[in-house]
């Protein structure tokens, strides 16, 4: 699955510069993750890093966008170019 950035969001900034593949972005008022980008971290970390660092824990599974660590490892290797 993709991740999903709630409306307790603080803004706090510190998210977005931990994606590896840039999918979290400033949105109108909370930032947002783009889930054609999101590999929850797989290929990259242990664990998601957006979900490590936010202090309001605000940041779960986003249920439309249901995949498996097999796809999320396909997508990973398509964004990275390391097929």
Same mark, same amino acid.
């Given at each position: 699955?993709?991740?999903?950035?709630?409306?307790?969001?603080?803004?706090?900034?510190? &998210?977005?510069?931990? @994606? $590896?593949? %840039?999918? #979290?972005?400033?949105?109108?008022?909370?930032? =947002?993750?783009?889930?054609? !980008?999101?590999?929850?971290?797989?290929?990259?970390?242990?664990?998601?890093? &957006?979900?490590?660092? @936010? $202090?309001? %824990?605000? #940041?779960?599974?986003?249920?439309?966008?249901? =995949?498996?660590?097999?796809? !999320?490892?396909?997508?990973?290797?398509?964004?990275?170019?390391?097929?």
């Amino acid at each position: 699955m993709a991740l999903l950035i709630t409306d307790e969001c603080i803004n706090c900034d510190v &998210c977005e510069p931990e @994606c $590896p593949n %840039d999918a #979290i972005s400033p949105g109108d008022e909370i930032y =947002e993750i783009d889930p054609n !980008l999101c590999t929850e971290c797989v290929g990259h970390y242990e664990t998601s890093q &957006c979900v490590e660092v @936010c $202090p309001v %824990d605000c #940041i779960p599974l986003d249920p439309n966008h249901s =995949e498996t660590k097999e796809e !999320l490892l396909e997508k990973y290797k398509i964004l990275t170019g390391n097929k």
